[in-house]
């Protein structure tokens, strides 16, 4: 699997988020190309390709890293595996590609979140390392 930063975003990714995204939330709007390149500006959108599928889109994470009073701190979020590609290690290796990047940015914690029901998704990031924390999590809807 090649994971790489995304930099550019071109006509085909556009078309994988398209193909994607719908995978990850039925209720989300693919973003525009301009949208997502604003995102990709921010060193934010990780990809994966399958070298064996002629370079296909498979997977994608979204790195948000920002500077807080406390450090910088890291928050990983929209993890998509194709469906048919699941079970494959494509989240682990975008999981992890992600983390050696915040370290990269200087970031000194990585955060994220994962609905219980997503059982195989939990026991990953606890494999590799990522702790359950005890915490209450808050949503306000501006919209």
Do not use: C
Request: aromatic content about 4%; glycine content about 6%.
């Amino acid at each position: 699997m090649d994971i790489s930063v995304l930099t550019q975003v071109t006509d085909e990714i556009h078309a994988a988020f398209a193909r994607l995204l719908p995978q990850l939330s039925s209720s989300a709007e693919v973003p525009s190309r301009a949208e997502l390149q604003e995102i990709a500006d921010n060193d934010s959108l990780l990809i994966a390709r399958d070298p064996a599928q002629d370079g296909k889109i498979v997977g994608t994470l979204t790195l948000v890293t920002f500077r807080i009073p406390t450090g910088i701190r890291s928050w990983i979020e929209d993890v998509v595996v194709d469906t048919a590609e699941r079970g494959k290690g494509i989240g682990e290796e975008l999981t992890l590609a992600a983390l050696k990047h915040a370290a990269e940015l200087g970031a000194k914690t990585v955060d994220l979140t994962s609905r219980p029901s997503r059982e195989a998704a939990n026991r990953l990031y606890q494999r590799i390392g990522f702790e359950l924390r005890e915490s209450n999590l808050y949503r306000y809807k501006l919209q």
